[in-house]
Nanobody
């Protein structure tokens, strides 16, 4: 059973940083591409960043490029998202994602709020 559990969200001020983590289980994490999505209030879920199975290839949404860094620790089955220089528009629920055998799996998400 695929399980994804996000953590690390919270309330920060603009310009501050947060580090999100996703602990994965129930599948062979080391051979799977992974990604982070987010969904802001009233908006559709959007891709934030993705990483290939060995961590050597990454891709970012234009809105987070040069501020966010996705990484993958295959020894710990953990996906990370380092978020720097946060902006109010980064406020959203952030989801860990993996697609296996044509099925999309999501965690329950972790809320990031930037600003008061």
């Amino acid at each position: 059973q695929v399980t994804l559990v996000e953590s690390g969200g919270g309330l920060v001020q603009p310009g501050e940083s947060l580090r999100l983590s996703c602990r994965a289980s129930g599948f062979t994490f080391s051979i799977n591409d992974m990604s982070w999505y987010r969904q802001a209030p009233g908006k559709e879920r959007e891709l934030v960043a993705e990483i290939n199975w060995n961590g050597r290839t990454t891709n970012y949404a234009d809105s987070v490029k040069d501020r966010f860094t996705i990484s993958k620790d295959n020894s710990l089955n953990k996906l990370n998202l380092q978020m720097n220089s946060l902006k109010t528009e980064d406020t959203a629920v952030y989801y860990c994602h993996v697609r296996k055998n044509g099925i999309n799996y999501w965690g329950e998400g972790t809320l990031v709020t930037v600003g008061s």
